[in-house]
């Protein structure tokens, strides 16, 4: 019995399950919403209803404390959520048969996401440490927002400054996790599972709305949050070791061993980063512009209210995104119809407005700054795109190649045909993809590493989203040409899946003696190999109410040696990582 609770006790496995309920029923109070705001979608926004619900729980209980000077504490979460409820009653007393109307979709969404949420925490549970690249600090950051009683916040590694970093991600979660009482130590791995959880509900919504296809849906958004990317599915057939070397060379696929991500192995690596947290918010945002782009009638003042809640969200969780959807939104707006122009400036006005307290305490006095240089050597080849991405440009090729064989067969005239199949969506975000390609390899950014890694990551998603996009057109085609389209997509995203699955089991073959697993803890190796300090750990974390600070020895960056308190009790420390403070905080 306790395997199947992955060791927790009974306090943790019912405060795991509240956690999912909980974000149960935010989608819940947040679904009538979604039917207003996206009144033609064929779910009626159900599968991405959980998104926008912890967007406004957050901001709810980030404008109380913020405006009203008031303590974080259970019944600010509380107001939330009666705001919350009472904005359902409104109105669901216009349309009492949503829920009825959209039955087989929610049906399908709650399994997806179950299905999702138990797969991840299964593999978690199988290599949950919270050390290795930048994890100590979003453990550290998570910890410290369970712990903080009044905002605006304070830098945990840098304490009595202020904190001059994109928070909101670690923000929402830990007031998730304080309102069902879970720890920040089995809280930061049920947080990671909830990401992709959230991400293909949400990517479901978005893939019905062009393709009005379930099956498809189904299929588009379970391969782009599973697969992996073309580099992992050459290592399949090159490599031989299945070590951590194995998962890792996964990324390293640029020159000057650069690196960019993808969903599939973010999640797998327990990355609870910025990048990685924005990644169902994105979705959200896409599915805006997407009934920006398809809505005939004008926008509302109400859609672009949220929209601008949505994308301004970004700004805080994860800035590149921001930047790359709103030029996506001038695009379109400027290229798709006239009269789209003011709700895009309105989206864009409140998306600043609404985060407007966050943005002057980000970039106000701030040292450094975005800079946009030039790029004169190093530049990155076609082969170094290509094994990261290249499996959506097969997956596009091929859509070519049978449009151009139904063209000549059934003698159509491409003019023609490219009306019947109206592939403006699927251009657009090839177009934007191609356009961050080329940006990231002749232009810096702010620096070269995160030109490559953040704007690719992005641009990975995108592309794969742009792929599904076009193949969506092909649905209506007779029985024939509908098997000889899909043959190699479905064949290749089994080979994409299989990428992920030998991915994780790589990361997964690191072992340290004495670990129980499966098992739901971050610091569980500090349990087994260094007992006094797991204690010293599990003591002050019950002990020691707030954000208190302290001094004690730091260590190297990306080291979880030293600053351990810091790191798994979220306690402050007046310096940590010393390249984090020059670089991430303007420091």
């Known amino acids: 019995f306790n395997f199947i609770f992955f060791h927790l006790d009974s306090g943790a496995s019912f405060a795991l399950l509240s956690n999912y309920f909980l974000v149960f029923f935010l989608g819940v109070l947040t679904f009538p919403l979604m039917n207003y705001l996206f009144p033609k979608l064929p779910d009626h926004g159900y599968g991405a209803s959980r998104v926008l619900g912890v967007v406004l729980f957050s901001y709810l209980i980030w404008g109380i404390g913020s405006f009203f000077d008031l303590a974080l504490g259970a019944w600010v979460r509380v107001v939330a959520l009666l705001i919350l409820a009472l904005g359902f009653i409104f109105l669901i007393r216009a349309n009492k048969q949503l829920f009825v109307k959209s039955k087989k979709d929610i049906i399908l969404v ?63 979660f830990a007031q998730i996790l304080k309102s069902v009482g879970l720890v920040p130590k089995v809280g930061y791995l049920v947080a990671m599972a909830t ?82 947290m924005a990644y169902p918010f994105v979705i959200l945002c896409l599915l805006f512009v997407w009934n920006f782009i398809s809505e005939a009638k004008k926008l509302n003042w109400s859609f672009c209210l949220f929209a601008g809640l949505s994308f301004g969200l970004l700004i805080v969780t994860n800035l590149w995104d921001y930047l790359i959807l709103s030029f996506f939104l001038m695009l379109v707006a400027l290229f798709s119809i006239r009269q789209r122009i003011i709700p895009a400036a309105l989206i864009g006005f409140f998306s600043i407005v609404f985060y407007l307290p966050i943005l002057m305490k980000m970039f106000v006095g701030r040292e450094g700054g975005m800079g946009l240089t030039l790029e004169y050597e190093n530049f990155n080849e076609f082969s170094n795109f290509f094994s990261h991405q290249g499996q959506w440009w097969i997956f596009i090729c091929w859509v070519f190649v049978i449009i151009f064989a139904y063209m000549v067969i059934k003698r159509r005239h491409p003019l023609k045909f490219r009306m019947e199949m109206g592939m403006k969506s699927f251009f657009y975000l090839f177009l934007l993809s191609l356009l961050l390609i080329f940006f990231s390899n002749y232009f810096i950014l702010i620096d070269k590493i995160n030109s490559i890694f953040k704007i690719n990551t992005q641009s990975w998603v995108l592309m794969g989203i742009a792929s599904f996009f076009l193949m969506r057109r092909f649905l209506k085609l007779k029985k024939w040409w509908k098997i000889a389209f899909f043959f190699l997509p479905v064949l290749f995203s089994f080979l994409l899946v299989a990428g992920s699955v030998v991915n994780v089991m790589a990361l997964a073959s690191f072992k340290r003696e004495g670990w129980e697993r499966p098992i739901l803890e971050t610091n569980a190796f500090i349990k087994s190999d260094r007992p006094e300090l797991y204690a010293a750990i599990e003591k002050i974390n019950t002990e020691i109410v707030g954000p208190v600070g302290f001094l004690e020895p730091y260590g190297r960056t990306y080291d979880f040696e030293g600053n351990r308190l810091t790191i798994f009790t979220g306690l402050s420390s007046y310096l940590i990582w010393p390249g984090q403070h020059v670089n991430q905080r303007g420091l």
């Open 195 to 276: 990401l992709p959880s959230l991400m293909v509900a949400s990517l479901y919504s978005l893939f019905l709305s062009v393709s009005r296809h379930r099956l498809f849906s189904l299929w588009a958004s379970v391969t782009l949050v599973l697969a992996s990317n073309a580099q992992s599915v050459i290592n399949l057939f090159t490599k031989n070791n299945i070590d951590f070397s194995y998962f890792w060379s996964a990324t390293r696929v640029f020159k000057n061993d650069l690196f960019a991500e993808f969903p599939s192995w973010s999640f797998s690596f327990l990355d609870l980063h910025p990048h990685v």
């Open 110 to 172: 709650e399994t997806l996401f179950s299905v999702f949420f138990i797969l991840f925490l299964v593999q978690f549970s199988f290599h949950p440490e919270a050390f290795g690249g930048e994890k100590s600090m979003d453990f550290s950051l998570l910890s410290y927002f369970t712990r903080l009683e009044y905002l605006p916040p304070n830098d945990p590694w840098a304490h009595d400054s202020i904190l001059r970093y994109y928070y909101w991600g670690y923000f929402l």
